[in-house]
């Protein structure tokens, strides 16, 4: 068993994305590599990986620490706080 941060370990239900895109980017009119959904408020940002980091840059903007995955086939959470990766 992989070690669990606290803010890992709220959270009882996973929130998928509502859509599968960024809005921010579509907004931009900018691609991005892979989404990422916020486990607090279902915001659904683009990866480290692409130009813009929406998904950083809403931690950063809001304070929730925790992502999940939204690419289809891939099972992880992500904690900005404790830089910390879990399957599920
Ligand atoms: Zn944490
Ligand atoms: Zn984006
Ligand atoms: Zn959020």
Not at 32 to 58: E, F, I, P, Y
Not at 68 to 85: K, Q, T
Request: hydrophobic share 40%; with cysteine; net charge negative.
């Amino acid at each position: 068993m992989p070690a669990i941060c606290q803010h890992l370990a709220q959270l009882t239900t996973l929130i998928p994305a509502a859509e599968h895109r960024c809005p921010e980017c579509v907004a931009l009119g900018d691609t991005w590599v892979h989404l990422r959904v916020c486990q607090d408020c279902g915001h659904v940002g683009c990866c480290d990986a692409s130009k813009n980091k929406h998904a950083t840059k809403h931690f950063h903007a809001v304070g929730h620490p925790v992502i999940a995955s939204a690419e289809p086939g891939e099972r992880w959470l992500w904690c900005y706080a404790d830089e910390e990766m879990v399957g599920y």
